[in-house]
């Protein structure tokens, strides 16, 4: 049985928990939080929630510490003081920020394995890049996000002035879609692929035409963009909008020959965001700990993972039914 | 440069010729054949075409050979011979006969490394069911072949008394495909999720009536399927349905808790199945001479390739543009 730690119980150490309950081959040992302890309260019986302070004490009890922090402020810190102890696995997803933070990562697994930026953009949807682009060479990447529920611009939304709460959906056009699944190569930017969806709920006797005004000039996150914006009541919001939906889609568009085009696509369709993007981080910290095992330790990606490393099946046996 | 032979100058091997065109990275060395070499024209100017038997004298000249034979007679013969003289990749398809042909490569491939059935099924798709299914443990799988044509549906029909020729293309019921992209884990039969359109150029004089009939009563081709039979001229033969498209789809869907479905999807529409096929046997065949580099001999699948092995480019160039 591998020995599992998660580090923070958000959302994301929710759906690891969760996806942890569904293999036969990986336990959970440990929650750590920045919370008082007695504060969270697990879905799991008998499993001891820690401070993260405590971490250091348990390096000989976790063979794998699933980091489910934010990118923007706790992994930059955590990841490194954690993989100097642990193997880790992480979703860290700011890509520009990716070759900094694998560097930091390298330096400190000097006898452990942390495997980086796992889950589904970046994770499934890098390995989709990089396997089509290796069969496609000559061709094109695409990258749709959605339809789902942006976290960055529902903030954004809660930022402008009159609004109580909201919540935004970013929506892949189908028109570009088609033109991109048809093998016709269209150029097309980041605003010519995406739709921005807003549920507004106003404050109340908030003037209604200068928050649409304003939420459709706040430049990167709405100004380029084709921006609906729907006002409904705090009560809408709740029963509507609560869900963490998303999900997307990449293609590789290229040509073997004068004659011929061909198209990849990858798909997926999530009804709980955090909870797959777990699932994801639990095989990867299978193969975490098949990488530390075999003394690949460093700083490894989702790039550097021989599939059958994220399987608790065997090999041969995998070979036979799903070869 | 990687130099790469070829084996086999069928529509497979043409394939890599045409894909080993768009490769920074390798060059193709020689083509092998049984037939005799002056009857084979390649594309490319000045590469050597010889026979197959003088392949054991080249062995300082290869550093992995693509196997374009076929996997009923070519391949369980010629994968052996040659996987102990080259590092060696092949597209052997026939799923039952897997974990033997396995065998019998890794027995002959002591010194080399022998990659067995890449390609898109076995090969991309396999990749698919293996890594959705490590995501997503609850869950089902479902593989729809097409819309494309099959050559060994198109052969059966080939055989009916009275048809001088005929195509069959699989083709996925959309009503099935839907079903399973729903998330509805519906229950499906292979019988269920295709349809058989076949395409028949009758015999002079030749009773159609009976060739309808005696088609849909093949057992396992066609005898359970809904099955399509449209009659044709030759003419119509030559100028509709002279190509090789195919192309397929596969799904994984899953729970991660009680509440929330996901959907995972991956399909192929190829204009080329045997280009197509090619491309990735060529992505393959990089991967093959960096295993067999490190010293990692014996028969490997796709499912033993960490993905940088399958790309020309630096692992930090992926990581920075593709992660």
Redesign the interface.
Known sequence: MIRVGIAGYGNLGR?AE??LL??PDMKLSAVFTRRAPGDVTLMTQGVPVLSLDKAKSMTGGIDVMILCGGSAKDLPEQGPELAALFNTVDSFDN?TD??AY?EKMDKAAVQTTAVI?SGWD?G?F??????S??????GNNYTFWGSGVSQGHSNALRGVKGVKDAVQYTIPKPDAVDAV?S?SNPVLTAVQKHLRDCYVVPDENADLTVIEREIKQIPYYFADYETKVTFITEEELRENHAGMPHGGRVFRTGA??E??????????????NP??T???LV?CA?ATVRLSGEGQFGAK????????Y???AD??K???E??
Chains 1, 2 share one sequence.
């Open positions: 759906g969760l996806a569904q293999t890509h990716i070759p694998l930026s970046p499934l890098s390995m989709m890049r990089l396997l682009g290796a069969v496609l060479p000559n699944r093998g073997t020959s004659e011929h085009k061909q198209v990849m696509e990858f798909s997926l369709k999530l009804e709980s909870e797959f777990a699932s994801v095989a299978r990606t989702v790039f550097d993972i021989p599939l059958t994220l399987s608790p090999r041969m995998l070979i036979k799903m070869l």
